[in-house]
């Protein structure tokens, strides 16, 4: 038998790769998922492709820009993606507008796949998608290298395609000019660049006018032109467009301005009078609206004024004209036009005005009809000419003959005479007078003049007050500024008393002045003067008023004492005559007459008033002067009210004290004398406060003694009681509120003795705290106001501080926190004592001395315990408290570098380690035995060196470094050695010993040598450069040595 046939391994099959599902969708992403590959093994891959079209531009429905994958930061490609525009309707798939859409499979042969996502997760988002477009994708599995030569899987999974959710369109560009008119404007806009998936339904065209809002010109239709009409010519309109789909309205398109095409002005309203007088009127116009072109001038036209033709009266830029050459009384008509640049317009509807009449001329034959001492008859003939209108009134003025009168109008009416009343006696008048029509008043008559007889004098002018007293005052006045036309032979005053209405004559003379006595104080007076001719008696001046001068008070009655207590007197009193002025105010004056005074009925007291040294005895007792200015020491007075009340209550007055009482009465012009003395004497009381003070202090007693009140108010002390508390924290170390009286500002109090004893000591207190005592004394009407005396014991040994805690817990250190004492036993911490035991054997020592509450202890062995305390002053120590510290983590060793080189650079690459502890790399190179140099440190697990100058074998190794205290930097790789090719070795010239320094260069980045001939020639130029440098080096190491 011949040798058995070798059996072939069946091949191995593989699962199709799953077909992707959409997890969730939106606007412009679209989350893609897939169940695990089934064969899915170490070193496998997944990549999702998207499809993209070969077919030309205008196929598609849009273009976006390539954009890159939010997953993965590929870019999407430049060929154009698939989107796919969808008609939506009613009857479109369910779930196309929810957020985890359902997908469609496709087939499509004439698509090219764009890699969009490589890794081994199951999920990839794909974002910067067209709202309401639909995409391909389809999943295929990568093998590993180590797969290469088994069966590959299919290629890839079936075709699918996702809709992104669509949305309302995107705003329009804004409208276009097709063609511009005077009345009419033609617009067109674009479609949305972006639909959002639907079909455009509607536009509407909004215009907005001059100082109007924007009214809708075009809806209802898919149309993308609009012709709007009826417009002003050379006015601005602002268009904007917006646009509908299923989905809702779009934002609105950008406003844009444009201005219709200009035209001759419009007509002008028809003129306005400004005035018009007896061959001239005034006109004025407004200014029409231009249509788009300023108004360069105006023609003004008029009839004849008998309903002819019109002529042109005026031509210019102005838009007021006065026509004159007119006839007086006749009706003309006038229109008016504007021009601009483009032509002149229409003219405005035609406006009649008339040329005014004139006024009637002088009246005739002004003559005086009759005349008395105070009135004059006048009267006169109608003019000769009444001006065109009928006479309506005259209007006469007459004058005085004198220096400065003027003239004043006495009559206006229809009356041809005139009675002029009220005149002066024996003085010289003026008249004239003139008619009036409907046009104006003419022109005065000739002046007729007469003078009226004789008769009374005026009254006196100027009644004046002078020298006024509270009993006097004068009196002087003026000569009348007519005397009649008689000489004034005297003149009479009169004097009215106000509260009795009685008049009385004090004067009767030629003289122009009296003096008046007699009067009563504060009084009010009036006055009245009369001159006297041979006619008669003038008139009585007016009335005037006046007050005499006011006087201090009288001195007020002696007060009466109402009701006596131990601390209050009350007094009533009785208001005097004010002498002209009302009382503001009472002033009451009291004098202590001291505790022990028992018999000082018949003592006298000085009582001064303002600006004067009168004084008041009581009982009318007198003594000698030496006596008074004892007295006036040893009692001061003072004023204990000063108001309008007729009562008062004298308050906090001593117990068992006498006092005497005086009242004033002020008004405006003073003070009144004092009244007569009254004596008082308050009732007996609780004693005064005692005498309380601090003997001695300790850390746990306090001793106080008191002596008796320096007054028991008028009974006997009979105990003592002693209260204690501590005092509260705001006012421990105040030295403001460390006296003797102290408020009591709680209820706290204990009573601590009672009793007759002057002096107790208090024990069992805590140190240095700061207590507040309080002392009364006790008679038969009660307790007397306390005394307070604050004192402190002396502070001791503060209490523990609280155990440590631990934070900031690293391998080789621990921030160690504690808090103060709860007490300090009245003095302040200094300073803090922190001991720690290293090895748990019960030795403590210290690590810290200070006032901080805190410390940072470092230099610790990773993964030990430690156990720590503190101590405040000389207080007793806290617990213990421990701490383990957590161990360091290594990283592990590296592989050795891998070497490659590319042209003149050597490529040094390494693992790179996965972990987050890594911070950086640090790479070393060996150029000679025992001599390592550090050529880099960094992130990246790659460097690059230039070797185009070097001849000389190297080693590389590279380590891992971790941050911070936690993570130790790894051990060393092994070395990599390089080697240069035979060729390449060459023994440097002009060097006479070896340098074992390698210059190398390093390029950041370098990927690939560059190809511009001009950068090699630098690249030389620089290895060059180095090159010296390193002989320089190695000559004067050689120095050195």
Request: hydrophobic share 35%; aromatic share 10%.
């Amino acid at each position: 038998m011949g040798e058995a046939e070798e059996t072939q391994p069946e091949p191995r099959r593989w699962a199709p790769p799953p077909i992707p599902i959409c997890a969730g969708a939106d606007r412009s992403s679209l989350l893609l998922e897939w169940r695990k590959y089934v064969d899915f093994a170490d070193g496998f891959e997944y990549c999702l492709e998207l499809g993209l079209k070969r077919a030309l531009r205008s196929d598609l429905h849009g273009r976006r820009p390539g954009k890159k994958n939010a997953g993965t930061g590929r870019d999407l490609g430049a060929p154009e993606l698939i989107e796919f525009a969808v008609a939506w309707s009613e009857h479109f798939p369910q779930g196309i507008f929810t957020s985890s859409a359902a997908g469609y499979a496709v087939n499509f042969d004439c698509l090219e796949w764009k890699t969009i996502y490589r890794g081994s997760e199951n999920s990839s988002k794909v974002e910067d998608l067209i709202p309401g477009m639909g995409y391909v994708f389809r999943l295929c599995v990568m093998l590993p290298d180590s797969c290469s030569n088994e069966a590959p899987p299919p290629l890839s999974s079936d075709q699918i395609m996702f809709f992104t959710i669509p949305c309302a369109p995107c705003p329009p560009e804004c409208p276009l000019l097709v063609d511009r008119g005077r009345t009419s404007l033609k617009l067109k806009w674009s479609p949305p660049s972006i639909t959002g998936g639907m079909a455009i339904r509607e536009y509407i065209a909004e215009m907005k006018r001059p100082g109007g809002d924007f009214e809708n010109v075009y809806s209802g239709g898919t149309n993308l032109t609009v012709k709007v009409t009826r417009l002003v010519p050379g006015t601005s309109y602002i268009f904007r467009v917006q646009a509908l789909s299923c989905l809702g309205w779009s934002g609105l398109s950008k406003e844009v301005t444009y201005v219709t095409a200009s035209s001759v002005p419009a007509a002008p309203t028809p003129p306005s009078l400004l005035s018009s007088s007896r061959n001239s009127i005034s006109l004025c116009w407004e200014e029409p609206d231009n249509h788009g072109s300023p108004v360069s001038s105006y023609t003004l036209e008029a009839d004849d004024g008998l309903d002819g033709p019109f002529s042109v009266v005026y031509s210019g830029e102005e838009r007021r004209c006065e026509v004159g050459n007119l006839r007086s009384g006749t009706s003309y008509k006038f229109r008016v036009l504007a021009h601009n640049g483009i032509g002149k317009g229409a003219f405005s509807a035609s406006a009649r005005f008339s040329t005014s009449h004139s006024p009637p001329s002088a009246p005739r034959s002004l003559s005086i009809l009759g005349k008395t001492s105070t009135s004059g008859v006048v009267g006169w003939s109608p003019p000769d000419y009444n001006g065109g209108s009928s006479i309506t009134g005259y209007e006469l003025e007459f004058k005085l003959k004198a220096p400065g009168s003027c003239w004043t109008q006495a009559y206006s009416g229809q009356s041809s005479t005139c009675n002029l009343i009220g005149l002066r006696p024996g003085c010289q008048y003026h008249v004239h007078v003139r008619a009036k029509n409907n046009e104006g008043c003419g022109d005065f008559s000739q002046e007729a003049s007469f003078m009226t007889s004789p008769g009374l004098s005026e009254a006196p002018l100027s009644l004046v007050f002078s020298e006024i007293r509270s009993t006097s005052l004068k009196v002087s006045w003026d000569r009348p500024n007519h005397d009649g036309g008689s000489a004034i032979l005297g003149y009479r005053l009169e004097m009215l008393i106000a509260e009795t209405s009685d008049s009385l004559c004090v004067y009767r003379g030629d003289e122009l002045s009296v003096g008046v006595d007699k009067l009563i104080p504060g009084q009010k007076y009036i006055f009245k003067v009369q001159a006297l001719n041979k006619a008669g008696s003038s008139a009585w001046s007016g009335p005037s008023e006046v007050w005499t001068k006011a006087a201090v008070p009288d001195a007020p009655e002696t007060p009466t004492i109402v009701n006596v207590s131990s601390t209050t007197v009350s007094l009533r009193w009785i208001s005097p005559k004010p002498n002209g002025s009302c009382i503001l105010s009472y002033r009451l004056q009291m004098a202590n007459l001291g505790y022990d005074a028992t018999n000082r009925q018949n003592e006298m007291f000085r009582f001064y008033s303002s600006g004067t040294d009168r004084y008041i005895a009581g009982e009318e007792n007198t003594q000698e002067t030496q006596t008074e200015d004892n007295d006036k020491e040893r009692h001061a007075v003072q004023s204990v009210y000063d108001g309008p009340a007729l009562a008062y209550t004298v308050k906090n007055l001593e117990p068992w004290t006498s006092y005497a009482f005086c009242l004033q009465a002020l008004n405006s012009v003073g003070e009144s004398f004092c009244s007569k003395i009254i004596l008082s004497k308050t009732s007996p009381s609780c004693p005064s406060p005692p005498s309380l003070v601090i003997t001695e202090t300790s850390t746990d007693t306090v001793s106080l003694q008191w002596e008796l009140p320096q007054r028991d108010n008028g009974a006997s002390v009979i105990s003592f009681g002693l209260h204690m508390k501590k005092k509260p924290e705001a006012f421990k170390n105040n030295p403001r509120h460390n006296k003797t009286h102290i408020e009591d500002t709680t209820d706290e109090w204990t009573e601590v003795y009672k009793g007759a004893l002057l002096n107790y000591a208090l024990p069992s207190l805590l140190p240095g705290h700061s207590y507040m005592f309080r002392l009364v004394a006790y008679n038969v009407y009660g307790p007397s106001r306390p005394s307070f005396v604050t004192a402190s014991t002396l502070a001791a040994c503060p209490l523990p501080p609280s155990p440590p805690t631990f934070s900031g817990i690293s391998p080789t250190s621990v921030r160690v926190r504690w808090s103060a004492p709860t007490c300090d036993n009245g003095a302040p911490i200094l300073r803090y004592r922190l001991l720690m035991d290293h090895s748990k054997s019960g030795h403590m020592h210290k690590v810290y001395e200070g006032d901080s509450t805190s410390y940072k202890v470092v230099k610790l062995v990773p993964g030990r315990s430690y156990q720590a305390i503190n101590s405040a002053g000389a207080s007793h120590l806290s617990d213990l408290s421990s701490v383990t510290l957590p161990a360091q983590i290594v990283l592990p060793a590296l592989d050795a570098p891998q070497l490659a080189r590319s042209n003149d650079f050597l490529s040094v690459s390494w693992t790179h380690l996965d972990q987050r502890e890594v911070v950086s790399y640090t790479l070393q190179m060996e150029s000679a035995p025992g001599k390592l140099l550090q050529v880099y440190e960094g992130s990246t697990p790659r460097f690059m060196l230039d070797i185009n100058n070097s001849n000389k074998s190297c080693k590389f190794r590279v380590r891992a470094n971790g941050g911070g205290l936690e993570v130790c930097s790894g051990p060393w790789s092994p070395f990599s050695t390089w080697t240069p090719p035979p060729e390449s070795k060459q023994k440097p010239k002009d060097v006479k010993r070896s340098s074992s320094i390698t210059t190398m260069y390093f390029i950041r980045g370098m990927h690939q040598r560059l190809a511009d001939p001009w950068s090699v020639k630098q690249r030389r130029m620089i290895a060059l450069i180095g090159t010296l440098l390193t002989l320089t080096l190695a000559l004067f190491a050689n120095t050195r040595d």
